[in-house]
């Protein structure tokens, strides 16, 4: 009779059938539930962008078994509290080219808005080196690199060397902090977009009177409700002068 394989060598083998299996479960359920709901703005859905956002929710969920990228992993919550608040901001990227992630934690919202806009070159900026190595080895595995790539640094260092049509953000520091770290560098900014709970509404009263003086025009606010009464956010999208050539 001849012997099997050594269960030293079965098992680990096994095992990675299992979490394959999960991973390609989850992007499915992820997929279905975005299909449930329209595109943010109302268009229809692209042609296999629920799919490949999926497999985005599915890959997180992996790395984030041994870093901790985010506290949702579970798929109604991927498609609802990351992919469709992250593409809120769809609607207003309008003809930008180029765009950059502050504080990008997880790819959430870059890579997603990234994914449903081909032609939009995006840089995953984060501050914390391990995070923004499972970032790029996330993006790698996706296959998305060079259109996306993620680099560690600060926001506002990375931008005093780059301009971008659009910077977009969520879950960062308080409104006043962000706008007066991005002070130095706001030329180098065409648009900023604030991904924000209704809480933002009292930040942006107290700071109106100081807005002049940090160089932030008044932001055009925008109100959404997430589906299935998954929460309300408001999109603070400040325009700006971009100097390209800004020192």
């Known amino acids: 009779m001849r012997a099997g394989p050594p269960a030293g060598d079965l098992r680990p083998r096994a095992a990675a059938r299992i979490v394959a299996a999960m991973h390609e479960t989850l992007a499915a359920e992820v997929a279905g539930h975005l299909r449930r709901h329209p595109f943010p703005g109302g268009a229809s859905w692209p042609e296999g962008l629920p799919e490949s956002l999926g497999r985005f929710c599915a890959a997180l969920a992996a790395a984030n078994e041994h870093l901790n990228l985010t506290g949702i992993t579970d798929a109604r919550g991927m498609a609802l509290l990351h992919v469709l608040d992250s593409l809120l901001a769809a609607p207003l990227l309008g003809d930008a080219a ?147 050539d800004a020192g």
Not at 130 to 153: C, M, N, Y
Request: charged share 30%; glycine share 8%.
């Open 98 to 244: 180029t765009a950059m992630d502050l504080g990008s934690g997880g790819g959430l919202p870059g890579i997603p808005l990234a994914l449903a806009r081909p032609e939009l070159s995006m840089t995953l900026v984060e501050s914390r080196e391990r995070k923004a190595a499972a970032l790029a080895a996330l993006v790698d595995e996706l296959g998305l690199a060079p259109r996306i790539t993620a680099v560690h640094a600060r926001g506002e260092r990375w931008l005093a060397d780059h301009a971008v049509d659009v910077v977009v953000a969520r879950a960062v520091e308080a409104l006043p902090e962000l706008l007066k770290r991005l002070r130095p560098v706001r030329r180098r900014i065409g648009r900023l977009i604030l991904l924000k709970g209704p809480a933002v509404d009292a930040e942006l009263a107290g700071l109106e009177r100081r807005l002049a003086s940090l160089g932030f025009p008044q932001p055009v606010r925008h109100e959404s409700e997430l589906p299935d009464g998954a929460g309300r956010r408001v999109l603070l999208d400040f325009r700006l002068a971009l100097a390209r």
